[in-house]
């Protein structure tokens, strides 16, 4: 039987390495304790994901580590912070993507980037250990089969109306 390893009280190490696409493909990804991804998992769930789970209840990672092959794979941007272990997209159960942005943003939370992706999940990333937290809000979303980037949180269904903010 495997060992669950704890990053902090509510998040343990697999939920960080579970992926459908490294699935299909017979890949396994593999996150050794001790290691620098491991150690700013470790950050990323002690500074921010702790915290958002303690006041807004269970917490739902959706991408969390992905290595390098598996964000190509994917299309992942090649500078996310998905690669060092320092992001996890989230949804809360019974909460909307932007409810849980804003409410992550009213926490006063030292986040790098949090950003309301498509109004489906919430992208959350740390700052590197001792590097000061940018607090940037982004709302991504499809203005036609386009993606476009807005700066700040907003609802998906407004900029899309709008044509934007």
Not at 54 to 77: C, F, H, K, T
Not at 130 to 159: C, N, Y
Request: charged fraction near 20%.
């Amino acid at each position: 039987m495997k060992t669950r390893v704890l990053l902090s009280p509510h998040f343990s190490l697999d939920e960080f390495t579970a992926s459908q696409t490294a699935e299909r493909m017979g890949r396994q990804i593999v996150v050794e304790p001790g290691s620098d991804v491991f150690r700013n998992l470790q950050h990323l769930c002690l500074t921010l994901l702790q915290p958002i789970r303690e006041a807004l209840g269970p917490v739902v990672i959706s991408s969390g580590y992905r290595p390098p092959w598996l964000n190509e794979q994917i299309g992942g941007s090649p500078r996310s912070d998905h690669m060092s272990g320092l992001a996890a997209d989230i949804t809360v159960p019974g909460k909307t993507a932007l409810e849980v942005a804003e409410a992550i943003r009213g926490m006063g939370l030292g986040f790098k980037q949090l950003i309301n992706e498509h109004g489906r999940w919430v992208h959350i990333a740390a700052p590197e250990p001792g590097e000061i937290p940018r607090r940037q809000e982004l709302t991504i979303w499809k203005d036609g089969t386009r993606s476009r980037t807005t700066e700040g949180l907003h609802a998906v269904a407004d900029l899309q109306a709008g044509g934007g903010a």
